[in-house]
Each structure stands twice: as structure tokens, then as C-alpha cells.
Nanobody, 120 residues
């Protein structure tokens, strides 16, 4: 049974940092794509970054390149998103997701989300 549990969200001021964690279980951790997505209200969910087998970190939003760092700890089966120099527009609910991307599958399993609020 696949389980994903995000943590680390909170309220910060612009310019501050947060580190999100996604504890995973129930699938071969190093052989699946693990991604971070974010969503504001009912707007379309955005793909932020992912850790791809045999490739490593991949970033999908120009607005986070240079500020966010995605990493994973294989021993702890945990995916991280280090978010630096946070901006008001980074405010969203952040989700982690997993999918068998090596075999062409889309992200199939999702965590419950963690809220990040950036305001002055």
C-alpha cells in the first residue's frame, strides 16, 4: 500500500526558507519518480520539481529555479523540497506524488498536502 505523508509547511515572511518532507512507503523508492506539485485554491495544479530515477533533480517552474532544491534520502525513503528566498507567489498547498515514470506511467499516488503561506 503506497503511503505519502508531507510535512514542513507553515507561514513565513518573504525571503525566508522552509523545507518540506514527504515520507514514503509501499513502493520501490529509488525506481519511481517522486514529484512536488502545488495548487492555489481551485487553480490548476503545477508541477514544481521531481526526483527522477537515473536522472536526479528536475525543475519544471522557471520561477523556482535557483531557489528550490529537490532531494531525496534513500535510507529514510523521504523526498525533500528545500525552499529558499520564498515569495508571496509561492503560497500554495504543496503535494508530493509518486509514479512509475520509468515505464511511462503518470503520477498515480498523492499525499494529503501541506500548506505554505508566504506573507508580510
Amino acid at each position: 500500500q503506497v503511503q505519502l505523508a508531507e510535512s514542513g509547511g507553515g507561514s513565513v515572511q518573504p525571503g525566508e526558507s522552509l523545507r518540506l518532507s514527504c515520507a514514503a512507503a509501499g513502493f520501490p523508492f529509488t525506481r519511481y519518480c517522486l514529484g512536488w506539485f502545488r495548487q492555489v485554491g481551485n487553480k490548476e495544479r503545477e508541477k514544481v520539481a521531481a526526483y527522477v530515477p537515473f536522472t536526479g533533480p528536475t525543475y519544471f517552474l522557471d520561477s523556482v529555479k535557483g531557489r528550490f532544491v529537490v532531494s531525496q534520502d534513500n535510507d529514510k525513503k523521504t523526498l525533500y523540497l528545500q525552499m529558499n528566498s520564498l515569495k508571496v507567489e509561492d503560497t500554495a498547498t504543496y503535494y508530493c506524488a509518486v509514479g512509475d515514470c520509468v515505464h511511462g506511467q503518470d503520477y498515480e499516488y498523492w499525499g494529503q498536502g501541506t500548506q505554505v503561506t508566504v506573507s508580510s
